[in-house]
T-cell receptor, first 113, second 117 residues
Framework: GENVEQHPSTLSVQEGDSAVIKCTYSDSASNYFPWYKQELGKRPQLIIDIRSNVGEKKDQRIAVTLNKTAKHFSLHITETQPEDSAVYFCAASSNFGNEKLTFGTGTRLTIIP | GAVVSQHPSRVICKSGTSVKIECRSLDFQATTMFWYRQFPKQSLMLMATSNEGSKATYEQGVEKDKFLINHASLTLSTLTVTSAHPEDSSFYIC?????????????FGSGTQLSVL
């Protein structure tokens, strides 16, 4: 089955700086890669996703890049703000998301004011 | 966006009792429901996948007789933890995927914190 690894497990950045979280996946059949933000005790919220036919996608301060050859994808948050502090999970799925998602282990991001 | 309602948000029960958690899709038809378990500071571990009208598919290591899943309609799925024990204490969260415009997107319930005494 699919195996998704995520790094780093914790990340602290100064407010205004950029944060980068990286994930690798094992199954070459995976073609849908969402990122979720989860605050303590709350539901994961989809913040951005990318399909394998695209190498990069951006939405305001958030961007995701995908390297299919290397089987890795990354989340980039620019101009970080305190409200960006949360746990971020990457995930992978095949059939463009119609199959089950396999989640990464999560990254606890702390923005230092 | 689509809304998935999950109840209860928190439940405390005695060891040996059963607990039912409900997950409803409020504004779309959920053809597939996923149930996850999340321990503190850990990732979401898929327990089972259920499609409306058919039996759930359980992940390896998940006891189907202990975690009963029912997906009787396109808007409701339930997870029943039978004969709960302290080691079943965890955050349980459902997610749903629907038809049409909501396909490919997964919408999460708000989660249920189960504490077994």
């Amino acid at each position: 089955g699919e195996n998704v690894e995520q790094h780093p497990s914790t990340l602290s950045v100064q407010e205004g700086d950029s944060a980068v979280i990286k994930c690798t996946y094992s199954d070459s059949a995976s073609n849908y890669f969402p990122w979720y933000k989860q605050e303590l005790g709350k539901r994961p919220q989809l913040i951005i996703d990318i399909r394998s036919n695209v190498g990069e996608k951006k939405d305001q301060r958030i961007a995701v890049t995908l390297n299919k050859t290397a089987k890795h994808f990354s989340l980039h948050i620019t101009e970080t703000q305190p409200e960006d502090s949360a746990v971020y999970f990457c995930a992978a799925s095949s059939n463009f998301g119609n199959e089950k998602l396999t989640f990464g282990t999560g990254t606890r991001l702390t923005i230092i004011p | 966006g689509a809304v998935v309602s999950q109840h209860p948000s928190r439940v405390i029960c005695k060891s040996g009792t059963s607990v039912k958690i409900e997950c409803r899709s409020l504004d779309f038809q959920a053809t597939t429901m996923f149930w996850y378990r999340q321990f503190p500071k850990q990732s979401l571990m898929l327990m089972a996948t259920s499609n409306e009208g058919s039996k759930a598919t359980y992940e390896q290591g998940v006891e189907k007789d202990k975690f009963l899943i029912n997906h009787a309609s396109l808007t409701l799925s339930t997870l029943t933890v039978t004969s709960a024990h302290p080691e079943d204490s965890s955050f349980y969260i459902c997610s749903a995927r629907g038809r049409g415009a909501t396909n490919e997107k997964l919408f999460f319930g708000s989660g249920t914190q189960l504490s077994v005494l």
